[in-house]
């Protein structure tokens, strides 16, 4: 069975500084999908990144991006200047090949920018 | 993301109450999901649908019911609710016929916070 691991439950950063948070997974598909969801205080859950494993280019959306190790089955996101905006919960998500719709989601980082 | 809609947004009920959780969307996707969060174990799975006519069950079905009434409704019940059924939420949708990379993706509706007393 598909799991997901976030191994840092909170973490905290300076303002305008870098953090990354670390995700790890185990599976035995060779094509899945992995996504980095935000959750902020609203409660509403906002896609921030989406990787396809055939893909070796880390994907990067504006001051987000990715580390993608496929060997390692390893997805951490890396958030540049971050922002008094990013402080929330990000989620890891792992969905497979297998059609069955299904995302897997980590337990969570609790992420505090700090001014 | 208005596009996916749930109400109530909060609701609080007693034990054995039937609660219905209602879920809408915009988008035009086919596949519909119910998921709960609980704090320090993520979002699970409790139904999903990829169309009007079919339902499937999630990890966690026991206790729920779901019901599409059609391609933009997916409504969440709990028969005979429980306390260990407080939680938050979320609806969800996808569309298979999205660009290559993003049909898997998922867009959340804001999430119902459940209670039950």
Known sequence: AQTVTQSQPEMSVQEAETVTLSCTYDTSESNYYLFWYKQPPSRQMILVIRQEAYKQQNATENRFSVNFQKAAKSFSLKISDSQLGDTAMYFCAFHGSSNTGKLIFGQGTTLQVKP | ?117
């Open chain 2, 1 to 117: 993301d208005a596009d996916v809609t749930q109400t109530p947004r909060n609701r609080i009920t007693k034990t054995g109450k039937r609660i219905m959780l209602e879920c809408s969307q915009t988008k035009g996707h086919d596949r519909m999901y119910w998921y709960r969060q609980d704090p320090g174990l993520g979002l699970r799975l409790i139904y999903y649908s990829f169309d009007v006519k079919d339902i499937n069950k999630g990890e966690i079905s026991d206790g729920y019911s779901v019901s599409r009434q059609a391609q933009a409704k997916f409504s969440l019940s709990l028969e005979s609710a429980i306390p260990n059924q407080t939680a938050l939420y979320f609806c969800a949708t996808s569309d298979p016929r999205a660009l290559a990379g993003a049909e898997e993706t998922q867009y959340f509706g804001p999430g119902t916070r459940l209670l039950v007393l």
